[in-house]
């Protein structure tokens, strides 16, 4: 009776820094933090990174996962362990400040269906000088926008509006239409496009009817 009252809880027990490694990790740990001896510390951590280290036994030896390994030492430590690391010792201020919140690259929300890339590939275009590839470079931008475009809708669209939209998302830098240029036919797009199979199907289809054709008894 007496061992089942003094049975120990994971709930009971101080929480773990770094739970993947478990609580007999966290004991060496708070084992070496405890460690008078300086250089005996020393031998203890070392130690103990060995241990990490064979967990991972073909990363161990790259520098970079040994930095990796020496900190979350010292965060299974809460940077208690006074040891000589091969590596500067990150703070408990810097590992817990929160990253910046990354913008989201929206350059032009209103013609989404055609990517950030076309964006890009436009603001490079404007800044060309006017010559036979700067006027390829708009071309191209153009076919690729109405590739786009069908990749929504997928029966047609017309070069008008591939042109309208191209230039106002150059601010009327770039006017095919002015220029009467003409784009690749919406066709040929689509013929290009990889249909889908149709083999499972028409596979079941097959089996279906094999399967009508067998006599029940």
């Known amino acids: ?80 362990l006074d040891v000589d690391s091969p590596f500067p010792i990150t703070s408990k201020e810097v590992l817990q400040q929160r990253p910046e919140p990354l913008e989201y690259p929206q350059n032009h929300p209103k013609y989404r269906f055609y990517g950030n890339n076309i964006k890009r590939m436009i603001d490079v275009a404007v800044k060309w000088e006017k010559g036979d590839m700067r006027s390829g470079l708009e071309y191209a931008i153009a076919n690729h926008m109405k590739k786009c475009y069908l990749n929504w809708n997928k029966d047609t669209v017309e070069d008008s509006a591939i042109f309208v939209h191209l230039k106002e998302m150059s601010d009327g830098q770039i006017d095919l239409a002015r220029d009467g240029e003409n784009l690749t036919e919406s066709g040929q797009f689509l013929k290009n496009r990889p249909a889908k199979s149709n083999r499972n199907n028409n596979g079941g289809a097959k089996k279906n009817q094999q399967r009508s054709r067998k006599k029940r008894y």
């Open 1 to 80: 009776m007496n061992l089942v009252e003094n049975l120990e809880y994971n709930t009971e027990r101080p929480k773990l820094f770094i739970p993947e490694y478990g609580r007999h990790f966290q004991k060496m740990v708070d084992h070496a933090v405890s460690i008078a001896d300086r250089d005996e510390r020393n031998k203890e951590a070392k130690a103990i990174i060995s241990v990490m280290g064979n967990l991972q036994p073909h990363l161990r030896d790259v520098p970079d996962f040994q930095h990796k390994l020496w900190d979350q030492l010292f965060i299974m430590s809460d940077f208690k």
